[in-house]
């Protein structure tokens, strides 16, 4: 089995920082590519940053230069650096990974977290 479990959302005033972590559990092989996503009530879930397994990223218009997203290939985590926050950044984080693959060379496909809330105010 393998899980996503995000962790570090919280209340932060508009012009603060929060870092999210996400952890992937299991007897992990390899995973590629990690993004988190987010969704503001009432809207889609948006892709906010991607981080392939080699390190290259790309980010969302909305969030280049404040945002960045990393990696921790050896312990299977993934982080989002939060700067300049604003309201318009509230909501649910989830972190995902297109496919997680085990030591027992099990695949999984479209793994997602529990997401985090992130709330801003002004």
């Known amino acids: 089995q393998v899980q996503l479990v995000e962790s570090g959302g919280g209340l932060v005033q508009a012009g603060g920082s929060l870092r999210l972590s996400c952890a992937a559990s299991?007897?992990?092989?390899?995973?590629?590519?990690m993004d988190w996503y987010r969704q503001a009530p009432g809207n889609e879930r948006e892709l906010v940053a991607t981080i392939t397994s080699g390190g290259t990223t790309n980010y969302a218009d909305s969030v280049k230069g404040r945002f960045t997203i990393s990696r921790d290939n050896a312990n299977n985590t993934v982080y989002l650096q939060m700067n300049s926050l604003n309201p318009g950044d509230t909501a649910v984080y989830y972190c995902?990974?297109?496919?997680?693959?085990?030591?027992?060379?099990?695949?999984?496909?479209?793994?997602w977290g529990q997401g985090t809330l992130v709330t801003v105010s002004s």
């Open positions: 299991g007897t992990i092989f390899s995973i590629n590519a």
């Open positions: 995902h990974s297109p496919r997680v693959i085990t030591t027992g060379r099990t695949r999984y496909f479209e793994v």
